[in-house]
C-alpha cells in the first residue's frame, strides 16, 4: 500500500457500519414512531448513559451481560468501566435508584445503541440501536400482558404486517429438574435434547442414567419432558397440554402463569398470533419468568429467522446478596435493525429541489406542506435534471412541485 494510498480510512471494524441516507433517516423516523407509541400508553423516556462502573452495569441481573460486554479503564477515576450491551438493565438501575421514591407500578421507555463484544449468527451487527419499555415493581400477570400487547401494538404501528409472539418459560426446566432431584449430568444431557426438539432423546437418556443407578430416571420424568416438547407450538394447544403434565408445584405455578398470560393476550387481542416454547431459554439470560420473543411472518405464515425483539419478566436492582434490594419487572427491547427489515413505513418529507433564488421565507411554506426542501446554490439549465441528480422526486418549476 503507498503512503497515499488513503482506501483503508474507510474500512470499519467487522460487525460495524454506518448508515447511510435514507436508511439513517427512516431509522431515527420509526424509532421516533416507536417511541411516540409507548409515551401514549404512560411510559415515561430516561436516557442512561454510553458507559457506567462495572458494579453497577454488571450488579444484579446485569451479571448476565458481562460476557458480553466491552471494557475499558476510566482515566479520571481509574476504576473499570463497562460499554452497555443492553439497555434493559441500565433502566432497572435507574428505577431502583435515582426513581426508587417514585410510584409503582413504574412505566419507563428508551430508546439508544448499545455495543457488543461479537455478533450472533442470526445478528451479527455489533452495535445497533434499541427502543424498548420497561414495567417496573409489579408481579401481576396483567403486567406480562401489557408489555406484550404493547409491544404488538407498537411494531403495528410502523407497518409490520404479520406478526408472531412466541412466549416462553426460561427457568421453568431449572426449577423442573431441580424439584425432580436431577444430576447435574443428566440435566446437560436433557438441556442438549430439549434445545434440539430431540422427542426421541428423552428415552435414550433416562434409560442410561437408570442404568447407571440414577433413582430419579424414570419413566414419568421421561414423559413429563416430552410432554414439554409436545406443548411447543400455538398457544391454547400447548397450554393444553401443559395442564395435563403432571408437574412438580414449582413448575406447576410457572406454567399456571403462562396460561394466566395466554387467557389475557386471547381476550385483548383475539387475532394476535400466539405460540409457545416452554423450553426455550437461549438469549433470555435474566428473565426468571413468562418471556416471550417477537418474529414476523412470513406471506405463508411461516416465522422468519430474523427477531424483532425480546422481552420477560425479570427482577430489577441488586440482590440482598449485594447489599441492595430488589423488585419484580417486566418489559420488552426492540431491535431496529431487524424492526427496519420488517416495517412497511416510508420516511416522512419528499425532497423537492428548489432552484437558487428562492426566499429563505418561501421555503418554509413547501415545507410546511410536506417537502424536505433541497436549495439550489447557483443558476441551472434544467431543474429536472438537477433534481434527479440529487436524488429528489419533485422538482420546483414555475412555482409549483412537479414530480421528475
Request: charged share 25%.
Amino acid at each position: 500500500m503507498s503512503a497515499n494510498d488513503n482506501s483503508h480510512r474507510g474500512l470499519l471494524p467487522p460487525g460495524l457500519g454506518d448508515m447511510l441516507p435514507p436508511e439513517a433517516e427512516l431509522e431515527a423516523h420509526v424509532m421516533g414512531r416507536l417511541m411516540a407509541r409507548f409515551a401514549g400508553q404512560g411510559y415515561q423516556r430516561v436516557k442512561p448513559p454510553l458507559v457506567e462502573y462495572e458494579d453497577s452495569l454488571f450488579g444484579g441481573a446485569g451479571v448476565a451481560m458481562a460476557a458480553h460486554s466491552f471494557r475499558l479503564m476510566d482515566p479520571v477515576s481509574q476504576r473499570m468501566m463497562g460499554v452497555r450491551a443492553d439497555m434493559t438493565l441500565q433502566v432497572a438501575r435507574i428505577a431502583t435508584t435515582r426513581l426508587k421514591d417514585a410510584p409503582r407500578p413504574l412505566r419507563l421507555s428508551y430508546a439508544g445503541n448499545v455495543l457488543r463484544m461479537k455478533g450472533s449468527q442470526l445478528r451479527p451487527q455489533r452495535q445497533f440501536a434499541q427502543v424498548g419499555v420497561e414495567l417496573i415493581g409489579s408481579d401481576a400477570a396483567t403486567a406480562d400482558a401489557e408489555a406484550v400487547l404493547l409491544a404488538a401494538d407498537a411494531l403495528l404501528e410502523v407497518g409490520v404486517p404479520a406478526l408472531s409472539v412466541d412466549l416462553n418459560l426460561p427457568t421453568l426446566v431449572t426449577a423442573l429438574c431441580a424439584a425432580l432431584g436431577l444430576p447435574d449430568g443428566m440435566v446437560r444431557r436433557l438441556r442438549r435434547a430439549l434445545e434440539r426438539k430431540e422427542e426421541s432423546a428423552m428415552a435414550r437418556i433416562v434409560a442410561d442414567e437408570r442404568a447407571k443407578g440414577v433413582a430419579a430416571a424414570s419413566e414419568a420424568v421421561r414423559d413429563v419432558f416430552v410432554g414439554l416438547l409436545r406443548a411447543v407450538g400455538p398457544a391454547e394447544e400447548g397450554v393444553a397440554r401443559l395442564k395435563a403434565l403432571a408437574l412438580p408445584p414449582t413448575a406447576r405455578a410457572e406454567a399456571d402463569r403462562l396460561a394466566e398470560v395466554v387467557a389475557l393476550l386471547r381476550a385483548a387481542s383475539p387475532t394476535l398470533h400466539l405460540t409457545i416454547d416452554p423450553v426455550e431459554y437461549r438469549g433470555l439470560e435474566y428473565q426468571d419468568g413468562v418471556s416471550f420473543t417477537l418474529y414476523a411472518r412470513g406471506a405463508l405464515g411461516e416465522v422468519g429467522r430474523g427477531e424483532l425483539g425480546r422481552g420477560g419478566r425479570y427482577r430489577a436492582g441488586f440482590g440482598e446478596d449485594e447489599g441492595g434490594t430488589s423488585e419484580p419487572a417486566t418489559g420488552f427491547t426492540l431491535y431496529m435493525d431487524t424492526v427496519l427489515g420488517a416495517a412497511t413505513v416510508e420516511p416522512p418529507g419528499k425532497r423537492l429541489y428548489v432552484p437558487a433564488g428562492v426566499t429563505w421565507a418561501d421555503l418554509a411554506r413547501w415545507r410546511a406542506e410536506g417537502f424536505h426542501t433541497v436549495h439550489g446554490l447557483g443558476d441551472v439549465v434544467d431543474a429536472r435534471a438537477e433534481a434527479g441528480r440529487l436524488g429528489c422526486a419533485y422538482a420546483l418549476i414555475d412555482g409549483r412541485a412537479i414530480a421528475i
